[in-house]
């Protein structure tokens, strides 16, 4: 019988880290936006629906939940162009906007999200993104960064490979033999 649990490398982010940095992050954006009124989370999916859950339970501020899903043009290696599968339901126009991302690889993604809802006319922009690829992306503008990771592929706590993995509560590198044939 298959083992829920296989597949994997090694595990990068435990549980307890995770959940340890989703309440200092949460901590922070409370301290950050406390006093301007109600701010509208957009969780990305579906990668980011259980950080979007998570984080939110624990801000203190007043807040909505939005949701939007993306997917870029080919596959996952090649990061290239970006496309709306799922739109906002609501109006951000003049709404203090926080992005929620599970990871910044080539920063592609993210890049294309801020410059789509800049254009809306938000009060302002953020972005909070649970784990981000070393050494790539620097330019990329995120404000809460929860973990640097290796460059390698990651599943778990949202993340996926080929749709398997998601519900993982730890991020593991996946084994190289699950997606490279050498
Ligand atoms: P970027 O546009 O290159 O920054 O890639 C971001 C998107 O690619 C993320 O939102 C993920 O959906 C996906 N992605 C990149 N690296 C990984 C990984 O290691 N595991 C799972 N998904 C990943
Ligand atoms: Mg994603």
Request: with cysteine; proline share 2%; aromatic share 10%.
């Amino acid at each position: 019988m298959e083992t829920l649990y296989h597949e994997f490398e090694r595990i990068l982010v435990t549980e307890e880290q995770i959940q340890e940095r989703v309440k200092q992050l949460a901590a922070r954006i409370s301290e950050d936006y406390a006093g301007m009124g109600s701010i509208v989370l957009i969780g990305i999916l579906k990668g980011s629906f259980m950080f979007t859950a998570d984080l939110a339970r624990h801000l203190t501020i007043p807040h909505y939940i939005d949701f939007m899903a993306l997917s870029s043009y080919g596959h996952s290696a090649v990061s290239g162009a970006v496309r709306i599968l799922l739109d906002l339901r609501a109006d951000i126009y003049k709404k203090h906007v926080l992005i929620i991302e599970d990871i910044v690889d080539s920063g592609n993604t993210i890049d294309y999200l801020y410059t789509v809802l800049k254009t809306r006319k938000p009060a302002s922009i953020k972005t909070c993104v649970l784990t981000q690829k070393e050494g790539k992306a620097v330019e990329t503008h995120i404000d809460y960064l929860g973990f640097k990771i290796p460059d390698v592929w990651v599943v778990g706590y949202g993340l996926d490979f080929a749709e398997r993995h998601r519900t993982w509560p730890f991020i593991a590198e996946l084994k190289r033999s699950a997606y490279i044939q050498d």
